[in-house]
Nanobody, 114 residues
């Protein structure tokens, strides 16, 4: 499996970003996809997931109501729409399957600051 994340950047609190993930090397449409993040000095944590087939979603409590995960199986792409960003959302964001594969992409940096 391979993952390439994009779409990160620097925004002010309250701003929005849309992250994209291109996945290859496995049957994308059959796997639950998820976004994870790792802030400086902290462990990587789960952010949001979307189940294959029924597209049911779930979120970490810290992002519920602000983030939205989606997927396009025809393109093997996953997305994370992030609204109302807070400084504590600052992290490198990664996509992977859930449970995770051993391969991780480079991630995309999200920085939220005044």
């Amino acid at each position: 499996a391979e993952f390439v994340e994009s779409g990160g950047g620097s925004v002010q609190p309250g701003g929005s970003l849309r992250l994209s993930c291109a996945a290859t090397g496995f049957p994308f449409e059959l796997r639950t996809m998820a976004w994870y993040r790792q802030a400086p000095g902290k462990q990587r944590e789960f952010v949001a997931g979307i189940i294959s087939g029924n597209f049911k979603t779930n979120y970490a409590d810290s992002v519920k109501g602000r983030f939205s995960i989606s997927r396009d199986d025809a393109k093997s792409m996953a997305y994370l729409q992030m609204d109302w960003l807070k400084p504590e959302d600052t992290a490198v964001y990664f996509c992977n399957t859930r449970p995770t594969s051993r391969a991780w992409g480079p991630g995309t940096q999200v920085t939220v600051s005044p």
